[in-house]
């Protein structure tokens, strides 16, 4: 058997990690408490870089109060700073370790999300992936949502949606192997700069309308 044959009969006999969906179910099943960043990081285990991006770029796909995710974008650039550097495990401050949910408000959002989660992990699958290298890969991606991170932070209106969406869709790409799903990310991505550019350069002519 040739090495690279026999390095993909080794990748595929190898067991593959738990989905999100089910660490999530577990997290609300047994959840006695508040369910802290920590916890989540914790049972996400091998796979929390890409499943902690996919975490934080949905929290900030929700329809928050303006300026949140001055709060909540941070996170995003320094998971990706550390996919550049090829951290294996995800660090964060301790403040935002330590942020927590309720367990039964935990338990509802599990409950309301669960069949997207569900509906997302049959449709992606390991195919296409154009990367030979996980280091790479990790490299690449962390790259790009560091650039996207940046723009989920700033306080742009109409902004910083379509840079989370983005993000969210290229760590699953990450986290399932799947070059499908790998350039819908970075296409939504290329779409959010479009409409950067374009919130950024209609502020600027009606500013210089009005005070120019």
């Known amino acids: ?6 390095s993909a009969a080794g990748a595929c006999s190898a067991p593959a990690p738990r989905r999100m969906s089910v660490v ?4 609300a099943r047994d959840a006695s408490e508040a369910v802290t960043i920590l916890k989540v990081r914790d049972a996400l285990g ?3 870089l890409a499943a902690l991006l996919a975490f934080f770029a949905a929290i900030n796909l929700l329809p928050l109060p303006p300026g949140t995710t001055v709060v909540l974008g941070p996170p995003l650039v320094i998971i990706a700073v550390q996919m550049l550097l090829g951290q294996p495990r995800v660090w964060l401050p301790r403040s935002v370790l330590d942020r927590s949910i309720e367990a039964n408000k935990f338990r509802q ?4 999300a669960m069949p997207r989660l569900l509906w997302l ?5 390991p195919r296409y992936w154009p990367f030979r290298s996980e280091r790479t890969a990790d490299r690449v991606i962390g790259l790009v949502a560091l650039i996207l991170g940046i723009a989920v932070t700033l306080p742009i209106p109409f902004g910083n949606w379509l840079p989370a969406f983005s993000i969210f869709l290229l760590s699953l790409a990450l986290s399932e192997r799947d070059g499908l799903c790998l350039i819908a990310g970075l296409v939504v991505g290329v779409m959010a700069f479009l409409v950067i550019a374009l919130v950024a350069g209609t502020a600027h002519a009606l500013y210089g309308a009005f005070f120019g």
């Open 1 to 6: 058997m040739e090495p690279d044959e026999a």
């Open 24 to 27: 999530f179910e577990e997290l």
């Open 46 to 48: 091998d796979r929390s």
């Open 109 to 112: 959002l599990t409950t309301r």
């Open 121 to 125: 992990e049959r449709l992606i699958r």
